[in-house]
């Protein structure tokens, strides 16, 4: 029973996350680097929460931060706020996406897991994406990197 109970809501995870996925594609249509930007951040983050075995509230968290954090403007968390709660996101779930959003550059305030493993899989997307120069990957790393897996990816993409 348990593990239907599991299964249940790891489904309805994918449901509500691939909802904001196909928003944030509907709201970028035509941006492929923005679109493919997130699809990356996403697929990293998404991978590296289950391989540390994040609880499931703090999976649905990162994996949401993930999809909808490269939203601009003024107003972003605002937005981001609406393009969650729009989709069916409980509203205690789009408050704390949204703190990780307004967050996401704020490094000396991380007290989660998921926001650290946010910071680290968007780190190495965006490392990729501006072709970073090797030393400032490692310098960045050592002061902020700390997950195992975040650690064995950011080495498998750099050789760092």
């Known amino acids: 029973m348990t593990q239907e109970i599991s299964d249940l809501s790891k489904k309805q995870l994918a449901m509500e996350v691939n909802r904001v996925a196909l928003?944030?594609?509907t709201v970028y249509h035509g941006d492929e680097v923005k679109i493919q930007h997130f699809v990356r951040v996403y697929t990293l983050a998404k991978t590296i929460g289950e391989l540390e075995k994040l609880p499931e509230e703090e999976q649905e968290n990162l994996e949401l931060a993930a999809v909808v954090h490269d939203v601009e403007g003024e107003d972003r968390i605002p937005t981001v706020r609406d393009i969650l709660t729009g989709c069916g996101v409980e509203?205690?779930?789009a408050m704390r996406v949204c703190h990780i959003v307004e967050n996401m550059d704020n490094y000396e305030h991380i007290a989660s897991l998921d926001h650290q493993i946010f910071v680290e899989?968007?780190?190495i997307v965006r490392?990729?994406?501006q072709n970073t120069p090797a030393d400032e990957i490692v310098k960045?790393?050592?002061e902020r990197f700390i997950t195992n897996y975040g650690k064995m990816f950011l080495k498998r993409a750099f050789d760092v």
Do not use: L
């Open 127 to 129: 490392f990729k994406e």
């Open 140 to 142: 960045f790393a050592e």
């Open 121 to 123: 899989a968007r780190s």
């Open 23 to 25: 928003k944030m594609k």
């Open 91 to 93: 509203p205690d779930t």
